[in-house]
Nanobody, 121 residues
């Protein structure tokens, strides 16, 4: 079965940085585009970033463009999100999943536990 284990979140001050990791198993990781999505308190799922299966193409939401970098290590079945210049608006639970921007995330049924990112003074 698909297993996704997110880690790396925590409490950070505005302007700080975090690196999130996603350990994937149960599917052919290297054959799938991957995304990070997040859910802020009281909000729905928001797509954040995606990367093509080979890592050559990256996409970002307007809200994080220029601050976040998505990358992957297919040999380790691991997806990463480097988050710099963090803002309070980035506070959310962050999830990884196979797919990209146009994926119907509400129909995805194999979410991991997510990792909490809190940006606050």
């Amino acid at each position: 079965e698909v297993q996704l284990v997110e880690s790396g979140g925590g409490l950070v001050q505005p302007g700080g940085s975090l690196r999130l990791s996603c350990a994937a198993s149960g599917f052919t990781f290297s054959a799938n585009a991957m995304s990070w999505v997040r859910q802020a308190p009281g909000k729905g799922l928001e797509w954040v970033s995606s990367i093509s299966n080979g890592g050559y193409t990256r996409s970002y939401s307007d809200s994080v463009k220029g601050r976040f970098t998505i990358f992957r290590d297919n040999a380790k079945n691991t997806l990463y999100l480097q988050m710099n210049s963090l803002k309070p608006e980035d506070t959310a639970v962050y999830y990884c999943a196979p797919g990209e921007r146009s994926t119907s995330w509400s129909r995805f049924g194999s979410w991991g536990q997510g990792t909490q990112v809190t940006v606050s003074t």
